[in-house]
């Protein structure tokens, strides 16, 4: 499992002191409260910094961070990821499940058929879509349908006879 969860993209230097304007990739907004430390990703590498300052606003968060005091380094860290570690997760209720602990996990059903690799969980609103294989087979992410769920090993198995129901196959 990867070490680090993204939490949010940097879309934009926020004023004109140094802030950044960053766009959620968390259900959770409020998680940003009381954020201190997290880590920057930039072009696959991680280095950690300080937040000195939080403020949610309608659709996004602008924060500080240390050492960045202009709109020019501001500006300079578009497109960069604001990450914690799995130590600064948030708890997840049972049955629920980081979107990155997914992606990878080897789809199979109760019949012993194995269907690929997660590639993808579309977020809809009602429920999420799992995407096998890059749209080969497409799940909703129901208690039925889901017979088990084992990120630590990389393995999702559907209930078979829910899936021929439930699930979008490409062919």
């Known amino acids: 499992m990867k070490p680090y969860l ?3 993209c940097i879309v934009r230097a926020h004023g004109v ?3 950044v304007k960053l766009m ?11 954020l201190s430390h997290a880590f920057l990703e930039e072009r696959g590498q991680f280095r950690p910094v300080e937040i000195s300052d939080v403020r949610l606003l309608n659709d996004a968060v602008a924060l500080h961070l240390r050492g960045v005091d202009s709109v ?9 990821y604001l990450c914690v570690d799995r130590a600064h997760t948030v708890a997840l209720p049972p049955d629920t499940y980081f979107i990155a602990d997914l ?3 080897e789809a199979r059903d109760t019949d012993g058929r194995r269907y690929g690799r997660i ?10 879509v799992y995407v096998v294989e890059n749209g080969k087979l ?4 129901l208690k039925r349908v889901l017979h088990e769920v084992c990120v630590e090993e990389k393995r999702i198995v559907f209930d078979a006879a829910v899936l021929s ?5 490409a062919d």
């Open 138 to 141: 497409m799940v909703p992410a």
């Open 72 to 80: 020019e380094a501001a500006t300079a860290l578009r497109g960069a």
């Open 6 to 8: 993204r939490i949010g």
């Open 17 to 19: 002191h140094g802030a």
């Open 165 to 169: 129901e439930v699930g979008l196959f």
């Open 24 to 34: 959620p990739t968390t259900d959770d907004i409020d998680r940003f409260r009381g």
């Open 119 to 128: 590639t993808d969980v579309l977020q809809t609103g009602a429920n999420d």
């Open 103 to 105: 992606i990878g996990c």
